[in-house]
């Protein structure tokens, strides 16, 4: 599976659009972009996935990069229980059964 | 709630008691895992198993010992723990269909003290 990278942690205001950034240079054509959350002492949240077009769901936008060597995970309206560490993998449906998570971006939404 | 259970929420035991935890899933997944996850570390993979077979051990110590008795049961088996066996064990599962899986549910995991 390819190495991600992201920033150790950001703020976002109350309200606002969170943008969380998340490098994947070395990704391959097969290896699709996981985003998962976890808000403190409770088991990760998978939020949303995506091999190379955008994607939305009820709890974010995903927009990646049309060489797929980056991607951004979007919170549209950041509320104060969004505040998590944001994890974002690079994974091969097809051979892993796993999924390896970094030490991921803490995100602190501030009122 | 994600449909994954985990008991006890939280455990204390000595480096000589025996002790399990036990993962349950109502999503009709086919795929259970455990990771670890100490202070400050990513999580880390313990085991996969697909179809109540063991897939994968990730150079786990035999002092853990994981069981699948059915699709929707999981356990960790836990004896001669040692304190740095300290952390959050987490439980997961997933649907597998050949070698795809799927993006995993986890439970709100187990945090395990060992004295």
């Known amino acids: 599976d390819a190495k991600t990278t992201q920033p150790p942690s950001m703020d976002c205001a109350e309200g606002r659009a969170a943008n969380l950034p998340c490098n994947h240079s070395?990704?391959?054509?097969?290896?699709?972009v996981y985003w998962y959350r976890q808000i403190h002492s409770q088991g990760p949240q998978y939020i949303i996935h995506?091999?190379?077009n955008n994607e939305t769901n009820e709890m974010a936008s995903l927009i990646i990069t049309e060489d797929r060597k980056s991607s951004t995970l979007i919170l549209p309206h950041a509320t104060l229980r969004d505040t998590a560490v944001y994890y974002c993998?690079?994974?091969?449906?097809?051979?892993?059964?796993?999924?390896?998570f970094g030490p991921g971006t803490r995100l602190s939404v501030l009122p | 709630e994600t449909g994954v259970t985990q008991t006890p929420r939280h455990l204390v035991m000595g480096m000589t008691n025996k002790k399990s935890l036990k993962c349950e899933q109502h999503?009709?997944?086919?795929?259970m895992y455990w990771y670890k996850q100490s202070a400050k570390k990513p999580l880390e993979l313990m085991f996969v198993?697909?179809?109540?077979?063991?897939?994968e051990n990730n150079s786990v110590p035999s002092r853990f010992s994981p069981e699948c008795p059915n699709s929707s049961h999981l356990f960790l088996h836990l004896h001669t723990l040692q304190p740095e066996d300290s952390a959050l064990y987490l439980c997961?599962?997933?649907?597998?269909?050949?070698?795809?899986?799927?993006?995993?549910?986890f439970g709100p995991g187990t945090r395990l003290t060992v004295l």
């Open positions: 997961a599962s997933s649907q597998a269909s050949g070698r795809t899986h799927n993006e995993q549910f």
């Open positions: 070395t990704i391959s054509g097969n290896e699709y």
């Open positions: 995506g091999l190379k």
């Open positions: 993998i690079a994974r091969n449906v097809n051979y892993g059964q796993n999924f390896v």
């Open positions: 999503l009709g997944h086919n795929a």
């Open positions: 198993y697909s179809l109540e077979e063991r897939v």
